[in-house]
């Protein structure tokens, strides 16, 4: 079965051909990186004009990289939520158009559904059940993932999601868009010298916090005029203190559920010092390679083929939604 899967939740249009929910044919991905950077983040009626002016050529040329036409596709996935309201709306109405045009189904993604789905790419070997902890920019959640596509939400952010936590910590420090990649980088050249707290939640919460660390992170840089090293120094040391707090976490989710296969998934993944911190925890880990770690056309066709396997096919009717729960 061969499914075109699109992604337009922010701020990368990504069209893929994967088949069987195993198997990229291709997948194309343009980045809106660079004509965000001068205003430090995403801004969402700029991302929706990149949409349209780029959707149509991204999906021609994923066509044209797997050698097929959309004649030959069986089925259009597209992101339906969460993520920005207007780019959504890009991918949501042209794969609406492909479906209505070549009577072929539409299924219907949650963003976070196909994160999850990268790993199945990565890893064929991997089925349900298994725990999955997903972060993101806009999330930080345990899910038990108990078959394809349904899932028990276990604990998530109250407040800042981890990803979100890196973008302002990135614009205390003065570095540029995006955040997340910046600040690992000058860790690197750090060290985790500077004391941050630890919210104190409830015993046995699997609930995250990670509010207070960015509070204290501006603290210390408004009061400090900090060098070059110091920057460093307060990135490593804002690095390991939340990596711990995951790293704990999970080992108490593991034990909570007695599961032993655990995958992370989101663009937070691909941070290099968190799979490292990973490596001893007492489970089979699975952490899909940096290309499908972002948002990517691949991992929402991925999962559109459990969709269509159980035939969960989605009216014309269907709008997105900004906030849509797992």
Same mark, same amino acid.
Do not use: W
């Given at each position: 079965?061969?499914?075109?899967?699109?992604?337009?939740?922010?701020?990368?249009?990504?069209?893929?051909?994967?088949?069987? =929910?195993?198997?990229?044919?291709?997948?194309?991905?343009?980045?809106?990186?660079?004509?965000?950077?001068?205003?430090?983040?995403?801004?969402?009626?700029?991302?929706?004009?990149?949409?349209?002016?780029?959707?149509?050529?991204?999906?021609?040329?994923?066509?044209?990289?797997? =050698?097929?036409?959309?004649?030959? &596709?069986? =089925?259009?996935?597209?992101?339906?939520?969460?993520?920005?309201? =207007?780019?959504?709306?890009?991918?949501?109405?042209?794969?609406?158009?492909?479906?209505?045009?070549?009577?072929?189904?539409?299924?219907?993604?949650?963003?976070?559904?196909?994160?999850?789905?990268?790993?199945?790419?990565?890893?064929?070997?991997?089925?349900?059940?298994?725990?999955?902890?997903?972060?993101?920019?806009?999330?930080?959640?345990?899910?038990?993932?108990?078959?394809?596509?349904?899932?028990?939400?276990?604990?998530?952010?109250?407040?800042?999601?981890?990803?979100?936590?890196?973008?302002?910590?990135?614009?205390?420090?003065?570095?540029?868009?995006?955040?997340?990649?910046?600040?690992?980088?000058?860790?690197?050249?750090?060290?985790?010298?500077?004391?941050?707290?630890?919210?104190?939640?409830?015993?046995?919460?699997?609930?995250?916090?990670?509010?207070?660390?960015?509070?204290?992170?501006?603290?210390?840089?408004?009061?400090?005029?900090?060098?070059?090293?110091?920057?460093?120094?307060?990135?490593?040391?804002?690095?390991?203190?939340?990596?711990? &707090?995951?790293?704990?976490?999970?080992?108490?989710?593991?034990?909570?559920?007695?599961?032993?296969?655990? &995958?992370?998934?989101?663009?937070?993944?691909?941070?290099?010092?968190?799979?490292?911190?990973?490596?001893?925890?007492?489970?089979?880990v699975f952490i899909p390679p940096l290309s499908i770690c972002t948002d990517n056309g691949a991992m929402i066709g991925a999962a559109g083929y459990y969709k269509a396997l159980k035939g969960d096919i989605a009216p014309l009717s269907l709008n997105a939604k900004a906030n849509l729960p797992l």
């Amino acid at each position: 079965m061969l499914i075109l899967g699109i992604e337009t939740s922010c701020d990368e249009t990504a069209a893929a051909l994967v088949e069987n =929910g195993r198997k990229v044919l291709s997948s194309v991905i343009h980045s809106q990186i660079a004509i965000h950077q001068p205003y430090g983040g995403v801004v969402p009626e700029i991302a929706s004009r990149s949409h349209v002016e780029r959707i149509d050529g991204v999906v021609a040329m994923a066509l044209r990289e797997a =050698g097929k036409s959309l004649e030959e &596709i069986d =089925g259009v996935a597209v992101t339906q939520g969460p993520g920005l309201i =207007g780019p959504l709306l890009v991918g949501l109405n042209y794969a609406k158009g492909l479906s209505y045009g070549l009577n072929k189904p539409l299924y219907a993604i949650h963003h976070l559904d196909g994160h999850v789905a990268a790993n199945y790419l990565a890893f064929p070997e991997l089925e349900p059940p298994f725990l999955a902890l997903i972060l993101s920019g806009g999330h930080s959640h345990f899910y038990l993932t108990e078959d394809y596509g349904q899932y028990k939400l276990l604990g998530g952010t109250r407040d800042d999601a981890l990803g979100e936590a890196f973008d302002k910590v990135a614009r205390i420090l003065g570095l540029a868009y995006p955040g997340g990649p910046r600040v690992e980088e000058i860790a690197k050249r750090g060290q985790g010298v500077f004391a941050l707290p630890k919210a104190m939640l409830e015993k046995g919460s699997l609930d995250f916090s990670f509010s207070g660390i960015k509070s204290a992170v501006k603290n210390l840089a408004d009061k400090l005029e900090l060098s070059e090293k110091e920057k460093a120094d307060l990135a490593a040391s804002f690095q390991e203190r939340v990596f711990s &707090i995951v790293r704990d976490k999970l080992l108490e989710a593991l034990e909570q559920t007695g599961q032993k296969k655990l &995958i992370i998934a989101g663009g937070v993944a691909s941070n290099q010092r968190l799979r490292q911190v990973l490596k001893d925890i007492p489970a089979q880990v699975f952490i899909p390679p940096l290309s499908i770690c972002t948002d990517n056309g691949a991992m929402i066709g991925a999962a559109g083929y459990y969709k269509a396997l159980k035939g969960d096919i989605a009216p014309l009717s269907l709008n997105a939604k900004a906030n849509l729960p797992l």
